[in-house]
């Protein structure tokens, strides 16, 4: 089992910074495929930013160019600094993990671990 658990949301105004944390503990493996989704109301859950085993990393692309994903493999955590967030950002921010796999879509459906979510809140 992998446990994660989120940290570091809040709220900001726009064109302000956060940076989101996951930790991960149990049998995450080395280097897993890990990812960042997120969830407004009323909105399916989308996929934010992806990292493989080699650290190679994925957004989509309305985040490209402000998020930035990266992972501290010593202290098994997952980062996500966001700049320049506007309100379309508002969301539940969720930290995700997969199976030992160089494959790391932005796809929900391909993750098996989940965190419980952080809140980001942009106003304008």
């Known amino acids: 089992q992998v446990q994660l658990v989120e940290s570091g949301g809040g709220s900001v105004q726009a064109g302000g910074s956060l940076r989101l944390s996951c930790e991960a503990s149990g049998n995450t493996g080395n280097r897993p495929c890990m990812g960042w989704f997120r969830q407004a109301p009323g909105k399916e859950r989308e996929g934010v930013a992806s990292?493989?085993?080699?650290?190679?990393?994925l957004y989509r692309d309305s985040v490209k160019g402000r998020f930035t994903i990266s992972r501290d493999n010593a202290k098994g955590t997952l980062h996500l600094q966001m700049n320049t967030l506007n309100p379309e950002d508002t969301a539940m921010y969720y930290c995700?993990?997969?199976?030992?796999?160089?494959?790391?879509?932005?796809?929900?459906?391909?993750?098996?671990?989940w965190g419980q979510g952080t809140q980001v809140t942009v106003s304008s």
């Open positions: 995700a993990a997969r199976g030992p796999t160089w494959y790391c879509p932005l796809s929900r459906y391909d993750y098996n671990y």
């Open positions: 990292i493989d085993p080699g650290d190679n990393t």
